[in-house]
């Protein structure tokens, strides 16, 4: 089953932001990624060109504007959930979604970062990403 969203999480440090780095470096232009310049950068759902990415992802949630947060990602959802593409949201917690008042229409899929312990194998259209951190995989979150 297709999930249209994920949730990475995990605490500050552990390697999320880079996680999506190596993907997009090993998958060129597969994913339009979106990263607050500054603390309270608005996010523009309208800058996404659908046609040429599998997906978005949104990095860094919370530092994101609070008050334009919910309604951008609901657009993003929405878009990526018509278009059978993937919407990918880095937080360091699920939770901190509802303090954005971040409001998801579907059931994410949850990938949790906990540590560089292990080996993560993160794949994309027939390319493999080696990763370390350990991951703790929630179907329901």
Not at 5 to 17: A, D, I, R
Not at 104 to 123: C, I
Request: aromatic share 6%; hydrophobic share 45%.
């Amino acid at each position: 089953m297709h999930k249209s969203v994920l949730v990475l999480s995990g605490m500050s440090g552990v390697g999320k932001s880079h996680l999506l780095e190596q993907f997009c470096n090993a998958n060129p232009g597969a994913l339009k990624v979106f990263t607050p310049e500054i603390v309270g950068a608005v996010l523009d759902p309208s800058q996404v060109k659908w046609e040429s990415v599998a997906g978005v992802a949104v990095d860094d949630c919370l530092m994101w504007d609070i008050a334009t947060l919910p309604k951008a990602i609901a657009i993003l959802e929405w878009q990526a959930t018509a278009r059978g593409k993937s919407l990918i949201l880095v937080t360091q917690e699920f939770g901190d979604l509802s303090i954005a008042d971040v409001r998801l229409r579907s059931n994410p899929m949850g990938l949790k970062v906990s540590g560089r312990e292990d080996n993560l194998s993160f794949s994309y259209n027939g390319s493999t990403i080696e990763f370390e951190p350990s991951v703790e995989i929630q179907d329901k979150v």
